[in-house]
């Protein structure tokens, strides 16, 4: 008997995007691909996929997803077959090279060589921050950045919110002699711990649940791609970690909200640098 598959095709604004990916993957979709103007996602089929789409309508409507002429979007969904399966997945995803250093490959394929390129192996299934994501380069680019600043000095670094742990990875290639790394949901620690350890990273990250309000140390390097109202709610925590003359990476920021996280940073930092990435913004401020 083949195993068969409802693929969900939908298209919707950036401001929407990462709530809606996050739902379907607790819904039971193994993959979720984001794209410029929407996602796609696969589910198992089941005897519950009547029950499944009516969730899924449900949540679109809860979250008031309206194009700009005030039309829902469209929902498209098929049944694919199980020897199509990968082909319809794994088709998206190829070796990417983000800022001078680094290919972000999935397991099943292999970047071409360059020696003065990093490879950094991410499984996609559950977890954002692939490497392609905007918000992913932008940070990547700006831990570099960084990183060449101070070349030749051990440096501490926090990534909040690691999700897959891709930055994690990127600090400890980049040469960060302490990493730290947390997040609040289980799902994403499961699957970062996997991918630091396929990419020989997991003893050299203290990765853990741990509320950032706990932490007592200071950073050279603190990163967070959150969401712009996320950073704010944690701008005062986030200040105490970043050590004296140190730097502070910011995104997950609509570009239309950049303003708003800047101006919380104020105080204490300045804007070194800022990169926009279609509707998204990420910021680069030092410490005063």
């Avoid at 409802?6 to 193994?30: C, R, T």
């Avoid at 250093?101 to 003065?116: A, E, G, H, Q």
């Avoid at 990547?140 to 960084?146: I, K």
């Avoid at 991918?195 to 990250?205: E, G, H, M, T, Y």
């Amino acid at each position: 008997m083949q195993e068969s598959w409802l693929h969900l095709s939908l298209e919707i604004g950036a401001a929407k995007l990462d709530a809606v990916a996050n739902f379907f993957i607790e819904q039971g979709a193994p993959g979720v691909v984001l794209k410029r103007h929407g996602l796609e996602a696969y589910f198992p089929r089941s005897r519950g996929d009547a029950a499944l789409k009516q969730r899924v309508g449900r949540f679109l409507s809860d979250v008031e997803i309206v194009s700009r002429q005030g039309v829902r979007p469209r929902v498209q969904w098929r049944v694919i077959v199980s020897e199509n399966w990968h082909d319809s997945w794994r088709r998206f995803i190829k070796p990417r090279r983000v800022g001078k250093s680094f290919w972000v490959t999935p397991p099943w394929l292999t970047p071409p060589k360059f020696r003065s390129r990093q490879v950094i192996t991410i499984e996609p299934g559950l977890a954002f921050g692939t490497g392609t994501h905007a918000t992913t380069r932008g940070c990547m680019e700006f831990l570099e950045q960084v990183a060449d600043s101070l070349s030749g000095r051990g440096f501490s670094a926090l990534d909040v919110g690691t999700g897959a742990g891709i930055l994690a990875i990127v600090l400890v290639k980049l040469g960060a002699t302490q990493v730290w790394a947390i997040d609040n949901d289980p799902v994403a620690l499961k699957v970062a711990t996997q991918n630091l350890r396929d990419n020989r990273a997991l003893d050299k990250v203290h990765l853990s649940g741990v509320k950032l309000q706990s932490i007592r140390k200071r950073f050279s390097v603190v990163v967070a791609n959150l969401t712009a109202e996320t950073i704010i709610d944690l701008a005062g925590a986030m200040e105490k970690k970043v050590s004296a003359k140190g730097y502070l990476i910011l995104s997950g920021i609509l570009s239309q909200k950049a303003q708003m996280v800047i101006r919380c940073f104020r105080a204490g930092f300045r804007l070194v640098r800022q990169k926009r990435g279609r509707e998204w913004t990420t910021l680069l401020l030092q410490r005063k």
